[in-house]
């Protein structure tokens, strides 16, 4: 059953399906209803990216050392935030991985956001987004690792402490590093679309207005859900450029 | 003089056996176990891991009391804890809605 178009994603599939149909093609995806090539969660996407790419041009024009206004303390908050958890996490020279763990804590954020606004859906709600993010973090930690150590000394981490214990050590690490991205994939999306959900079935249940408690709620998620993300990507890039010592 | 009575009891109950006898002949298809498998598998990953994060959150309020000085380590390893342990009754639920 095709899913209803969000009223963003209807103005889209009307002027630009062409690029669509040809990003699709190109990659080789087959497209099932050529009237509607975007999909709700790739205009939603979208529509965060957008933002973000309005949002930071204007807080680094607002930047002031003398007289910083409301928006860039809050910014200045917000890093010192990411600093101090990144530190914690077992980075002792934090700044060239900030800018990821910062993208990634506001690239989850307003999408999570995004599903409460009533006639938009959260990007995140779909498996896709979320995976995308958790292969970049995959691919991000490691090749963190592999700056840091060397692409030999990377892979001969997997081998664990003692060499006699490295045919068993390999196959668990493999596998518990591949289940990294699946359970951050599953995580995130998993509750996005339980928050959903439970608003729809309390929507089928009783007033209009009962699900906007849910709602309230899902912010609460939402920011716990952005703030592990970010958290265990920080673990995950700890673990790999830590220095046995 | 209890076993008895229990043995007594089930004779009673399947001496009337013959009722599945008249809903298979109006009724044929086979029962759908798939929403009684999702709703017992949900039950437990949602009972067993409200039993964990009680576990944890009881674990870190004790240590914060104890020492409150390291009220924000903590509280960090609380939070993450909690959407870890939160993590593993959503993997239930992911199933029950891909099967």
């Given at each position: 059953?095709p899913?209803?178009?969000?009223?963003?994603?209807?103005?889209?599939?009307?002027?630009?399906?062409?690029?669509?149909?040809?990003?699709?093609?190109?990659?080789?995806?087959?497209?099932?209803?050529?009237?509607h090539?975007?999909?709700?969660?790739?205009?939603?996407?979208?529509?965060?990216?957008?933002f973000?790419?309005?949002?930071?041009?204007?807080l680094r024009?607002?930047?002031?050392v003398?007289?910083?206004?409301?928006?860039?303390?809050?910014?200045?908050?917000?890093?010192?935030?990411?600093?101090?958890?990144?530190?914690?996490?077992?980075?002792?020279?934090?700044?060239?991985?900030?800018?990821?763990?910062?993208?990634?804590?506001?690239?989850?954020?307003?999408a999570?956001?995004?599903?409460?606004i009533?006639?938009?859906?959260?990007?995140?709600?779909?498996p896709?987004v979320?995976?995308?993010?958790?292969?970049?973090t995959?691919?991000?930690?490691?090749?963190?690792?592999?700056?840091?150590?060397?692409?030999?000394?990377?892979?001969?981490?997997?081998?664990?402490?003692?060499?006699w214990?490295?045919?068993?050590?390999?196959?668990?690490?493999?596998?518990?590093?591949?289940?990294?991205?699946?359970s951050l994939?599953?995580r995130?999306?998993?509750?996005?679309?339980?928050?959903?959900?439970?608003?729809?079935?309390?929507?089928?249940?009783?007033?209009?207005?009962?699900?906007?408690?849910?709602?309230?709620?899902?912010?609460?998620?939402?920011?716990?859900?952005?703030?592990i993300?970010?958290?265990?990507?920080?673990?995950?890039?700890?673990?790999?450029?830590?220095?046995?010592? | 003089?209890?076993?008895?009575?229990?043995?007594?009891?089930?004779?009673?109950?399947?001496?009337?056996?013959?009722?599945?006898?008249?809903d298979?002949?109006?009724?044929?298809?086979?029962?759908?176990?798939?929403?009684?498998?999702?709703?017992?598998?949900?039950?437990?990953?949602?009972?067993?891991?409200?039993?964990?994060?009680g576990?944890?959150?009881?674990?870190?309020?004790?240590?914060?009391?104890?020492?409150?000085?390291?009220?924000?380590?903590?509280?960090?390893?609380?939070?993450?804890g909690?959407?870890?342990?939160?993590?593993?009754?959503?993997?239930?639920?992911?199933?029950?809605?891909?099967?």
């Amino acid at each position: 059953m095709p899913e209803h178009d969000l009223w963003l994603t209807a103005i889209f599939n009307h002027f630009i399906p062409g690029i669509a149909l040809w990003i699709q093609n190109m990659v080789g995806i087959k497209v099932e209803d050529p009237a509607h090539p975007w999909a709700n969660w790739a205009v939603m996407e979208l529509l965060v990216f957008a933002f973000m790419l309005v949002l930071f041009p204007i807080l680094r024009a607002r930047l002031s050392v003398e007289n910083p206004g409301v928006f860039q303390q809050t910014f200045e908050v917000f890093h010192q935030f990411l600093y101090s958890q990144t530190e914690e996490a077992g980075i002792h020279h934090p700044s060239p991985y900030i800018p990821f763990f910062g993208t990634l804590f506001i690239f989850v954020l307003f999408a999570g956001l995004l599903g409460l606004i009533p006639t938009f859906e959260a990007p995140t709600m779909r498996p896709m987004v979320p995976c995308g993010c958790a292969i970049a973090t995959f691919l991000f930690y490691n090749l963190a690792g592999v700056r840091e150590h060397g692409l030999g000394k990377y892979l001969l981490h997997f081998a664990g402490p003692m060499p006699w214990l490295a045919p068993l050590m390999i196959p668990i690490e493999f596998i518990s590093h591949l289940a990294r991205p699946l359970s951050l994939t599953i995580r995130l999306f998993a509750n996005m679309y339980a928050g959903e959900q439970v608003t729809m079935a309390f929507l089928g249940l009783t007033y209009f207005i009962l699900p906007a408690v849910f709602m309230g709620l899902h912010v609460f998620v939402v920011f716990l859900q952005a703030y592990i993300f970010a958290l265990l990507a920080m673990i995950y890039v700890g673990g790999a450029v830590a220095h046995p010592d | 003089m209890k076993l008895k009575l229990f043995l007594l009891l089930a004779a009673i109950l399947l001496l009337a056996s013959p009722i599945w006898a008249a809903d298979a002949a109006n009724n044929p298809a086979p029962t759908n176990w798939k929403p009684v498998g999702a709703a017992i598998g949900m039950a437990i990953a949602s009972g067993l891991c409200g039993l964990g994060q009680g576990r944890a959150v009881a674990g870190a309020t004790e240590a914060m009391a104890r020492n409150p000085g390291a009220l924000n380590g903590i509280r960090g390893a609380l939070i993450l804890g909690l959407v870890l342990i939160e993590s593993l009754a959503l993997y239930t639920l992911v199933i029950i809605y891909t099967i």
